[in-house]
C-alpha cells in the first residue's frame, strides 16, 4: 500500500477556523467507534513510563564575570534569496554589457553562477572579451541566440574568478629603498588555455550564422533617432 | 475644395487612437452627429467618435447594420485587405510595423545592407560621372 505523503483532513474549512462537521460527527468519521469497539470499550493505551530519574544539572562555575553587562546582538537568521535570472536570458544568448570597460560589447551568455552573476564570454577572439562574470542589472538581453549545446561550463564558477592572494613577504630596512618589484598581472597559461578551448567551440557555432561574428565584434550604441523605450531588442 | 471621401455606411475606416489603434473598421451606422456605429471581423460591434477614425477610400457594399456574416461575406467580396496592403497608405503602415519590430541583430544585418547599396550606387555614379567627363 503506497503510503500518502500529506494527509488529507476529514473535515474540510467552511472558512478559516470552522470546521463542517461537528465533534460529534468527527468522532464518527474517524471510525473512533470502530476503534474502541475492537478494544473491548476503551481506547487503547500505552503503558505509563516510570519517570526517570532526573540527575540534578551539575553547574559549573564560570570562568569569566564580565564587568559590564553587555548586551548581545540579535542573531541573524537570514538567508539571502538565490537572485532570479530574467526570462529572458538563457544559455547562448547574447547580451549588450552596459557599463565597464567592456560597455557596448555584444557578449555570449553561458550560465549564471551561485553567486547570482552571469558567466559570460566575448569570444575573446571576437571582440575581446575574456571569460567573465557580469550582474544581471547591467545587461541587456537580445533576442539573438547562439548554439551553446556542446560546450562544458562545469569547472567554471565563483572560485575560479577568485583573486590569487600574494604571500606577504616580510620587508627588510633594505628592500623599503629598492625600487618596488613590479606587480605583474599574468594571467596563468591554463586560464588562457580555457578561454581557447571554450570559444573554439563557440566559434564554429557563430560561424554558422551570416554575419553574427560581426555582430558581435561590433560594439552597440544609440544612434539619432534611437528610441530606446521603443526599441526592440 | 472637394472632399472626397465620405462617412457613409459601409466606408472603411482606420482607427487612430485608443486601445484598437490602427486596426481597420466598416462604419455600419451613424448614431449622431459625432459617433458612427463600427464593427470589423475580429471585433464586438460598438461605437466610436468620429474624431477616433481616418477614412479610406475604401468602401464596401452593405445593408445598414449588417449582420457579421453578412459584414464578413461583403469583407471578402470587395477583397478589402488586399486592396488595403497594396495602397501605398497599407503597405507605409506594414514597412513601420516591421521597422518596430526589428530585432537589435536585425537592426545590425539592416545596416550592413544599406552600406552595401549605397557603396554600389556609388560605384555606378563615379562610372556615369567619368563617362560624361569623358
Known sequence: ?233 | MVFKRYVEIGRVALINYGKEYGKLVVIVDVIDQNRALVDAPDMVRSQMNFKRLTLTDIKIDIKRIPKKKALVAALEAADVKTKWENSSWGRKLIVQKRRASLNDFDRFKLMLAKIKKAGVVRQELAKLKRQSAA
Not at chain 1, 185 to 199: F, I
Open chain 1, 1 to 233: 500500500m503506497a503510503a500518502k505523503q500529506k494527509k488529507v483532513s476529514r473535515n474540510p474549512d467552511l472558512i478559516r477556523g470552522v470546521g463542517k462537521y461537528s465533534r460529534s460527527k468527527m468522532y464518527h468519521k474517524r471510525g473512533l467507534w470502530a476503534i474502541k469497539a475492537k478494544h473491548g470499550g476503551a481506547f487503547p493505551t500505552h503503558p505509563k513510563k516510570a519517570p526517570e530519574e532526573v540527575k540534578p544539572a551539575v553547574e559549573k562555575p564560570a570562568k569569566f564575570y564580565p564587568a559590564d553587562d553587555v548586551k548581545k546582538p540579535l542573531a541573524n537568521k537570514r538567508k539571502p534569496k538565490p537572485t532570479k535570472l530574467r526570462a529572458s536570458i538563457t544559455p547562448g544568448t547574447v547580451l549588450i554589457i552596459l557599463a565597464g570597460r567592456f560597455k557596448g560589447k555584444r557578449v555570449v551568455f553561458l550560465k549564471q553562477l551561485t553567486s547570482g552573476l552571469l558567466l559570460v564570454t566575448g569570444p575573446f577572439k571576437i571582440n575581446g572579451v575574456p571569460l567573465r562574470r557580469v550582474n544581471q542589472s547591467y545587461v541587456i538581453a537580445t533576442s539573438t541566440k547562439v548554439d551553446i549545446s556542446g560546450v562544458s561550463l562545469d569547472k567554471f564558477d565563483d572560485k575560479y574568478f577568485a583573486k590569487q592572494v600574494e604571500k606577504k613577504k616580510k620587508k627588510g630596512e633594505g628592500e623599503f629603498f629598492e625600487a618596488e618589484k613590479e606587480v605583474k598581472n599574468v594571467l596563468p597559461q591554463d586560464k588562457k588555455d580555457d578561454q581557447k578551448a571554450l570559444d573554439a567551440q563557440l566559434i564554429k557555432a557563430i560561424e554558422g550564422v551570416p554575419d553574427l561574428k560581426s555582430y558581435l565584434g561590433a560594439r552597440f550604441s544609440l544612434k539619432s533617432g534611437d528610441k530606446p523605450h521603443e526599441l526592440v531588442f
